[in-house]
């Protein structure tokens, strides 16, 4: 029996190589231009961090012009401490008339500076103070200190032409986003988000794939409803993975149908839910362990029965992790497993937010294998929130923290201090 640290090994080097990271960007095929318009609610916090895959140089200085970096006066420098007659305002978004000697244009923040300045006063330096009250004056005293270059953003200063926006390899952020925009850069290409085809199995759920040929399992008046592939397709969205749902029956030559049709070229890694375990009818051991899946059980609970490794699927070696069927032994192991991997390629934090805290009340734990509670922290300690079978759903539902108990312990006390992963 593995334990918790050896399994996670083993799939980070079955895993990564998968992942379409910097390292695998090879070539347009593991590319695909994005509009940057249609990525501002897709990336992210929640959605995983889109990564670049070819350089953007800006195809415009930043800013494209000299402007006001505040609301004030444009001047010549040179007519420091004299007094000069106002001329006509500047508002932004226009392209100002050139400003004769003598003279000093109202200008507002991020207007354009006009030809012939090369400085700004504040506002805040006339009598009235402010604008719009200011625009009324016909001559304006210009401060005696004034130096050339004063509040001025100069053309290029943010950003020179031909400069490069973004790199390859970086995390397109908000910022990164924002200055894409603002340089004109309408299309990105970026490097395609990994692939995950969702695979859960057994006769008895509802909605079986049409590939698997088995029916309706709801004629049979035993069906299931799929909440595993529902569940771990919401966990992959969060780490910026795109994934498809395929459920098929505990039939060997009906889920070998359906996984080669489910795969085909699209998929870089499958992860099975259910059939791993001893008994009969574990369609995804008895019929991928000939293709190289191993059945390694680890040292957990829940999650125990746990199997990897790469398979020959539609003709091609594949990747395949594959969890427990039961909802909360495929969403712990989701935890523990697989989501710290997906999460460094979606150029995101790789550990849920950890701290120790002492435990409110009582449990058993079985003492050769690592248990994972759920629980909820009130009041500085943590409350588990139903029992540690891995059936309880709704339960994992309701908690807000994952409770880990070391091998080892066979019992927690209140007071002893175990720790907790947040999970929202």
């Not at 996670?8 to 379409?20: C, D, G, K, S, W």
């Not at 790469?310 to 969403?331: E, H, W």
């Amino acid at each position: 029996m593995r334990t918790i640290g050896q399994h996670q090994r083993e799939l980070e080097a079955l895993v990564a190589p998968a992942l379409h990271t910097l390292a695998d960007v090879v070539g347009d095929d593991s590319l695909e231009a994005v509009l940057v318009d249609d990525l501002a609610a897709d990336t992210g916090a929640g959605h995983g961090y889109r990564v670049v895959g070819r350089a953007v140089g800006s195809p415009m200085p930043l800013p494209p012009f000299d402007n006001s970096q505040m609301d004030g006066f444009a001047v010549r420098a040179a007519d420091a401490g004299s007094t000069l007659r106002v001329v006509e305002p500047i508002p932004a978004g226009v392209v100002p008339v050139p400003l004769d000697p003598g003279t000093a244009a109202p200008i507002m923040t991020g207007a354009r500076i006009p030809d012939g300045a090369d400085a700004v006063f504040p506002v805040e330096a006339t009598e009235p103070g402010a604008f719009p009250a200011a625009l009324s004056l016909t001559t304006v005293d210009v401060p005696a200190d004034l130096a050339p270059g004063t509040f001025l953003r100069t053309t290029g200063s943010d950003l020179a032409l031909g400069a490069p926006v973004v790199a390859v390899g970086a995390a397109l952020t908000p910022a990164v986003l924002g200055a894409l925009a603002a340089a004109g850069v309408a299309r990105v290409e970026l490097v395609r988000r990994p692939r995950v085809l969702v695979v859960s199995t057994g006769s008895e759920l509802s909605g079986l794939s049409d590939a698997g040929g088995a029916g309706d399992a709801a004629d049979t008046g035993a069906a299931i409803n799929d909440a595993n592939g529902i569940a771990l397709r919401a966990a992959l969205a969060e780490v910026g993975v795109e994934s498809r749902i395929a459920r098929v029956p505990d039939d060997e030559p009906r889920f070998l149908a359906a996984l080669d049709a489910a795969v085909g070229d699209w998929a870089d890694l499958v992860l099975t839910t259910g059939g791993i375990s001893a008994g009969a009818y574990e369609v995804v051991r008895q019929a991928l362990e000939p293709r190289g899946l191993a059945v390694t059980p680890v040292a957990m609970q829940p999650g125990g029965p746990q199997a990897s490794g790469t398979v020959s699927i539609a003709g091609r070696p594949v990747p395949v992790v594959s969890f427990p069927g039961n909802p909360v032994s495929a969403l712990v192991s989701f935890e523990v497993f697989l989501r710290p991997l997906l999460a460094r390629a979606a150029r995101m934090p790789e550990s849920r937010t950890s701290q120790v805290l002492p435990a409110a009340e009582a449990a058993v734990s079985p003492e050769g294998k690592h248990q994972v509670r759920r629980g909820r922290v009130q009041d500085g300690a943590v409350h588990f929130v139903g029992g540690p079978s891995s059936h309880l759903l709704a339960h994992y539902a309701d908690a807000t923290h994952l409770v880990h108990v070391p091998v080892g312990t066979a019992a927690v006390e209140p007071g002893d201090h175990l720790t907790v992963w947040s999970l929202r």
